[in-house]
């Protein structure tokens, strides 16, 4: 268990280093490389870091030969014994890093759980048959087959979704109008489209096991503003300039009534901050997909998976004992010489 303990520490010791790394060159790129790029693509690509960040305990070793001298082995014995005595300091920072993340998890459901049986529990059936028939229609245009509920809340004054499994879109009581309702319903629902909740779920997830590094709520944070210019993207394409006026005068009446509430699993999280970079990506042309970059970028990114290290295969004894070579037959006849003598 120990064993275990240390190895899945210092792979997540590795993967976070790996990762801070590629978080920091991601965030160069986008802001001078990746700008000619689609929102989808600038959003997208934060799951080759999601990913292998989550997926930190599939490492593979690569073992190639170094012949290395014989007077190098009592050297070697030294370096294996002070590598034993730093273990303990290993595994204390591994179980203190699991007993953390344990914390947090159980937390973070606490508190998701509370305020989603909340909002649901305050919740009411939205009778208006208006209000039912555009969103009926929007279900059809947008091709969504999930059962995704539409119900009005008091506890949430701006819109949003909520839901991996049993999904919902709340919709506060305010007299929005047709062309507004129209515009709002559709961002909630293109959310769902492109699986939003589940990614903010993995990005949740990041952040609880990497709760250490701070580069990790620099990416939330990002994913989060890449998500809303996303979605912003999927609902105009290919809108005119008039229906872009009127989604971004829906998405300013939705922000100036919102609480600017952070919860982390919400569709849409509308913050004032954030409000300058939407309305400007809104007037803008859709960029590049990408594509080819995002491939390219993920095959770096699996080499990583891969830990190179060397042996040598002059020292019999070593290989031995991660069972490369077997044992010869004089080692055996030593081993039962030993066992006859302890018994006699």
């Keep these: 268990m120990n064993n275990y303990m240390i190895y899945v520490f210092e792979n997540l010791i590795k993967t976070t280093i790996v990762c801070s790394l590629g978080i920091c060159l991601l965030l160069f790129l986008k802001r001078y490389v990746f700008k000619k790029f689609s929102k989808r693509f600038n959003y997208y690509i934060w799951l080759v870091m999601v990913f292998r960040m989550l997926l930190f305990l599939f490492n593979y070793t690569v073992i190639y030969e170094v012949k290395e001298p014989k007077e190098n082995t009592v050297g070697n014995n030294i370096t294996q014994i002070d590598i034993s005595t730093d273990n303990n300091l290993v595994l204390y920072l591994a179980y203190l890093w699991l007993?953390?993340?344990?914390?947090?998890?159980?937390?973070?459901?606490?508190?998701?759980?509370?305020?989603?049986?909340?909002?649901?529990?305050?919740?009411?059936s939205i009778e208006d048959n208006d209000v039912n028939c555009i969103y009926k229609n929007l279900l059809k245009e947008l091709n969504i087959k999930k059962k995704i509920e539409l119900r009005g809340s008091d506890?949430?004054?701006?819109?949003?979704?909520?839901?991996?499994?049993?999904?919902?879109?709340?919709?506060?009581?305010?007299p929005y109008s047709r062309d507004e309702l129209s515009w709002i319903l559709k961002h909630e629902l293109m959310h769902f489209k492109n699986k939003d909740i589940l990614i903010k779920f993995l990005v949740l997830s990041v952040k609880i096991i990497y709760w250490f590094n701070p580069l990790v709520y620099i990416m939330s944070n990002k994913v989060n503003l890449d998500c809303e210019l996303c979605c912003d993207e999927s609902v105009l394409t290919d809108?005119?300039?008039?229906?872009?006026?009127?989604?971004?005068?829906?998405?300013?009446?939705?922000?100036?009534?919102?609480?600017?509430?952070?919860?982390?699993?919400?569709?849409?999280?509308f913050n004032k901050t954030s409000l300058e970079k939407r309305l400007d990506s809104i007037v803008k042309k859709k960029g590049k997909s990408g594509?080819?970059?995002?491939?390219?970028?993920?095959?770096?990114?699996?080499?990583?998976?891969?830990?190179?290290?060397?042996?040598?295969?002059?020292?019999?004894?070593?290989l031995r004992n991660i069972g490369i070579l077997e044992k010869s037959g004089a080692d055996l006849k030593e081993e039962n010489d030993i066992s006859m003598r302890i018994v006699n």
């Design 99 to 124: 007993f953390v993340t344990i914390v947090i998890a159980v937390y973070t459901f606490i508190k998701y759980t509370r305020f989603k049986n909340l909002v649901v529990d305050v919740s009411y």
């Design 155 to 174: 506890e949430l004054i701006s819109p949003a979704g909520m839901g991996l499994f049993k999904s919902y879109i709340f919709l506060p009581d305010y």
């Design 239 to 269: 809108c005119s300039l008039k229906d872009k006026k009127e989604y971004a005068l829906a998405l300013i009446k939705s922000i100036k009534l919102s609480r600017n509430y952070n919860s982390g699993i919400l569709t849409t999280e």
């Design 291 to 318: 594509i080819l970059v995002l491939l390219i970028l993920f095959t770096l990114f699996s080499v990583t998976y891969f830990n190179f290290e060397s042996i040598s295969f002059d020292n019999s004894n070593s």
